[in-house]
Structure formats: structure tokens, C-alpha cells
């Protein structure tokens, strides 16, 4: 069992940054072809892919509205998984959930391919 602890989030105003964190356990070593990946889901809206990352690879697929705005970035020896998010807007306004899967060719931004989940952290921008 993959347990995902997210940490991070909190309330900025438009154009700040917040660094969330998430720390997984419970990976075995035929998981290395897995994927991490961060998540979000506002109130009234389906989640949605912020970006997702290989465990063994270094390019994350982020979600259109990212726009260049938000990092996804891993350190594999300490199984964390960030995600830098910079010039926030309200819109970005969500709770952010860390997820994984134990393997796929392709790291996809299907939420329903994603089998472990953290238990959300907050994030609030105000104008």
C-alpha cells in the first residue's frame, strides 16, 4: 500500500507562491516505472491535472492552464514530490491532492488512473 502525506498549502494573495510537498512510503522496487503526480479539485468542479512525473523520469506533463507558473520536481532518495506554484490567482483557488500509480508506459493526466491518494491540502489565493 502507497501512502501519500501532502504539506504545503495555505492562503496567499494574487501573486504569491506555495511549495507543497508530498512524501510517499510504501513503494517496492518493481515500482520504479510508476507515476506521482499533483492534482486539484475546486469546489463544483471535476479534478483536474496540475502535472504528472515518472518516477524515473525528469519531464512532468502539467496541465494547460499552468502556464509555465508551477514546477513539479522529485527527489527520488527522499520519495518526495513537489510542486512550486508561483503568481497564483484565485482561480487557482483548490485542494490539492498528491497521487500515484504503481506502473504505466505513459504517465497520463487521467485522474481515474491514479489508484493512491493523499488527503488533500488547501490552497487559497485572494485578490
Known amino acids: 500500500q502507497i501512502q501519500l502525506v501532502e504539506s504545503g498549502g495555505g492562503s496567499v494573495q494574487t501573486g504569491g507562491s506555495l511549495k507543497l510537498s508530498c512524501v510517499a512510503s510504501?513503494?517496492?522496487?518493481?515500482?520504479?516505472?510508476?507515476?506521482m503526480g499533483w492534482f486539484r479539485q475546486a469546489p463544483g468542479k471535476e479534478r483536474e491535472a496540475v502535472g504528472v512525473?515518472?518516477?524515473?523520469?525528469?519531464?512532468?506533463a502539467y496541465g494547460d492552464f499552468v502556464k509555465g507558473r508551477f514546477t513539479i520536481s522529485q527527489d527520488s532518495t527522499k520519495n518526495t514530490l513537489y510542486l512550486q506554484m508561483n503568481n497564483l490567482e484565485p482561480e487557482d483557488t483548490a485542494v490539492y491532492y498528491c497521487?500515484?500509480?504503481?506502473?504505466?508506459?505513459?504517465?497520463?493526466?487521467?485522474?481515474?488512473?491514479?489508484?493512491?491518494w493523499g488527503q488533500g491540502t488547501q490552497v487559497t489565493v485572494s485578490s
Open positions: 512525473l515518472a518516477r524515473d523520469g525528469e519531464i512532468p
Open positions: 510504501g513503494y517496492a522496487d518493481t515500482d520504479k516505472k510508476g507515476c
Open positions: 497521487a500515484a500509480r504503481r506502473y504505466a508506459l505513459i504517465c497520463g493526466r487521467d485522474f481515474a488512473s491514479y489508484n493512491y
